[in-house]
C-alpha cells in the first residue's frame, strides 16, 4: 500500500512538472511568436546610429534594419557600432572611461569613415581594410570579440586625441563574426539562439521614448535631453510614460523587432554628448535610481528597451509604430 502511494506522488509530481514545463514552453514561444495583431503606438521622431561605439551619433532619416545591426541606406559598409577603440591591452575604452570621445564626429563617403575632432585634422579609415592587417581580440558584453586593426594612421590619431599611447582603433569587419547574444549567460534565456549583436553593450538595437523621458525631466533640476541615453530609435506619441516596459514587439514599415530586455543604464548617460563633460552630480543617473530599478535588474536603473529583429526591412522617421504587449 506504502509503495502504491509512493508511486503515485511520483506520478503526480513529474506529471505536475511537465504540466508546469509545458506552460512555460507555451509562454515562451508565445513571447518569441512574431504577433499578427498590432496596436499603433506614436511615431518615429528620430532614428540614430554610432559607427564607432562611444563617438558622437550620426542622425539620419532612414535606417536598413539588417539582422544584426543598423545600417545605412546610402552606404552598405556604415553600421551601427562596427568600430571602436581599443586599449593596449584590449579593453574596450567608452565614455565612462573617457567622456571626450562624445567630442569625435563621425561621417562617411564612399570609401571611408571620416571622423572629426576639436583641433584636430579629419582621420579617414578605407572601409576596404587590408585582411592582412591585425587581428585584435577584446571582450563586448563579457563575450570574446574580434576586430581588424585599422592601422598606423588611425592608432596614432586616437592617441594624440586622447593624449595617451598604446590605443588602437579596431573594425568589426564583414569577415568576423558578430557576437551571439546567447554567449552572454545573462541573456541566453532572454534571445534566440540565433540572435546576434556588432560591439553594442547589450542588444543590437536600443529604442526610447520621449513620454519617458518627459517624465524623467519632470523629477530634475535642469531637463536633460534624450542624447545621452543613445538611442538608435526615438519614439514620440505613446501611450503613457515608461509604456515601452510593456512592448514585446515593436513593427516599424517592414521591420519588425523582439524585445531582449530593458537597457539598464550607467555613468555614461551622466555625459554632455555636446561638450564631453560630465554632470557634477551624476544626473540624469541620480535620480532614474530613485525610481526604476528592480529587484529583477538590480541598481542599474532601467530606460528604454534592447531588441533583436525577427524581420529585416527600412525604417524611416515619421513611420508609425505599432507595438504588441506582453
Known sequence: MIDAEFRDLLLFGAFKA?????????????????????EPSGRVLTLNFFPVKSCHSVAVNELLATDFALQATDNDAVRDRHWLILSEDGKVLGQKQDSSLALIRVRYNRDHLILSAPNMDDLRIPFKLNPANARVET????????????????????????????????????????????DNPKYKDLCHETDKAPYTGQSAFNLAVMESLDELNTRLETPTKIDPFRPNIVVSGA????????????????????????????????????????HPRG????????????????????????????????????????????
Not at 538590480?298 to 529583429?309: N, Q, Y
Open 18 to 38: 511537465a504540466a508546469l514545463w509545458g506552460l512555460k514552453a507555451l509562454h515562451d514561444a508565445s513571447r518569441k511568436r512574431i504577433p499578427d495583431q498590432w
Open 139 to 182: 571582450k563586448v558584453s563579457d563575450t570574446r570579440m574580434e576586430g581588424i586593426d585599422c592601422g598606423k594612421e588611425a592608432a596614432e590619431w586616437i592617441c594624440r586625441f586622447l593624449n595617451k599611447d598604446g590605443f588602437r582603433i579596431v573594425h568589426l569587419a564583414p569577415w568576423l563574426a558578430p557576437r551571439l547574444i546567447k
Open 239 to 278: 501611450k503613457a510614460a515608461f509604456d515601452e516596459d510593456t512592448w514585446t514587439f515593436v513593427k516599424i514599415g517592414d521591420a519588425v523587432f523582439r524585445r531582449i530586455r530593458p537597457c539598464l543604464r550607467c555613468p555614461m548617460i551622466t555625459v554632455n554628448q555636446d561638450t564631453g563633460i560630465k
Open 283 to 326: 544626473e540624469p543617473l541620480a535620480t532614474l535610481k530613485s525610481y526604476r530599478c528592480t529587484d529583477e535588474w538590480g541598481t542599474s536603473p532601467m530606460f528604454g528597451m534592447g531588441f533583436a529583429v525577427d524581420v529585416c526591412g527600412t525604417i524611416r522617421v515619421g513611420d508609425r509604430v505599432f507595438v504588441s504587449r506582453s
